[in-house]
């Protein structure tokens, strides 16, 4: 390790909690449940649908993968209860994957038979590589037992095209995303041309084989070329969807978006585990504090933009 990144990665672990949660505030939706409820009933409000994650990863406790289970059974509850238009990600390691896939899929089956009960649908989140062909396994297992499960391919890494020509069908589900966690040259495009590509690629991939495509960007420029392949490929709206992240200032596309008929979905952290996560995030990629302090001064020049 370099010595800037030594010092980097020991100043962004000595960052105290509240100057932390005044720049994480903006993507976060609350510690808890309710109060990430009235979150997605705003943006419903706006015309935006939502998908809801409670934060955390790597989880190596049993009894605490298990609390983490029962919590998500409970979100859908919530959810079904305030009639929101909401779905839910997990993270594969925040309910056992770090232990073991057996104690895993225990867990996301018991997350599945309530989603099935109550009609909703559930999202994998992909994580770093040394887990992705254990997460399509689990995606696999669960899509047996749940028809509405869905999957997130990352286009920054090589192997997406070959999973996504797997994967994809009619009944395929797929967020497609550029990919967040630090990956070496040999698994993992660096150049933001040749992931924005393969992200295209893996786009037209899920539009010829009729698959259900979730187009996760910020990337303004990104958005244009999607919405002129989907108009050389005549795709049916109710076909793909756009998805952003919560707080993060896009300049009014998304209500441009809205109003051209087109879905977005906004993916909405929360939970107690915020800070932690931030910090583990921050020290995978530090490039990541480049993104947080832009979309924070882009809010304080205007605080009413998206």
Known sequence: MSISKKFLTYTISSIPKNIASYFARPYIAGEDSETALLEVKKINELGFS???????????????????????CRLYDLIKENKTDCNISIKATHIGLAIGVKQCFSNLLTILKKAKE????????????????KIIELYKYG???????????????????????????ENFNARICKGIYKESEKLAFQNSSKIRNNFLALAEIMAL??????????????????????????????????QVLYGVPMEGRLESLIGMGYKVRVYIPYGPDWFDYSIRRLKENPKIINFVFKNFLAKKVNPNKN
Request: with cysteine.
């Open 50 to 72: 939502a998908t809801l994650d409670i934060l955390g990863e790597n989880v190596i406790d049993n009894s605490q993968t298990k609390k983490i289970t029962s919590q998500y």
């Open 209 to 242: 084989k009729n698959a259900y495509a979730c187009y996760a960007t910020h990337d303004q420029k990104l958005i244009d070329q999607i919405l002129r392949f989907t108009n050389k490929y005549q795709l049916s709206k109710d076909r793909f969807e756009f």
């Open 143 to 169: 899509k047996k037992y749940h028809k509405s499960t869905g999957l997130a391919i990352q286009s920054y890494l090589h192997r997406s095209i070959d999973d996504i020509n797997n994967l994809a069908s």
């Open 118 to 133: 109550v009609n909703n649908f559930l999202r994998l989140d992909m994580e770093n590589s040394e887990y992705t062909d």
